[in-house]
């Protein structure tokens, strides 16, 4: 039985990290950790938690777009319409950042309604996207 390069999935596996792997991971992990430490010193609570606690649940939610979207990872339509989510998404928690006098980190719970949202309109919109996730 011949196994086909598009049937072996990659997985990430710390146990059997590379010299190169490494080398990549190991300063771009400590330039981000250094830059939300800066980034905390630098500016007040207030903006650290609206600022940082947007940023940080943005690549959260969108890692999770992409990796619950590998079948069509290469297909131009998903990196489109993710680009739209990420857009709208901006949009909507900067107007809601910018009205709010007195925000807590917990009230961008309501983030996570949006995955489902986002994979719901990817699977009707990008034909093959729904045996994904």
Not at 22 to 36: D, H, S, T
Request: glycine content about 8%; aromatic content about 12%.
């Amino acid at each position: 039985m011949t196994i086909k390069q598009s049937q072996i999935r990659r997985r990430f596996d710390p146990n059997h990290l590379k010299a190169r792997d490494v080398a990549v991971l190991a300063p771009l992990i400590l330039a981000i950790v250094g830059l939300f430490v800066a980034f905390a010193f630098l500016v007040s609570d207030d903006t650290y938690i609206r600022w940082g606690g947007l940023t940080l649940d943005t690549c959260v939610l969108f890692g999770f777009l992409i990796c619950h979207s590998r079948p069509v990872l290469k297909g131009r339509g998903l990196w489109a319409l993710l680009g739209g989510f990420l857009v709208a998404h901006l949009i909507l928690w900067v107007l809601v950042l910018k009205l709010v006098d007195q925000w807590r980190l917990a009230w961008f719970a309501p983030m996570a309604v949006e995955a489902p949202l986002f994979i719901l309109l990817r699977d009707k919109a990008i034909p093959g996207s729904e045996r994904s996730g």
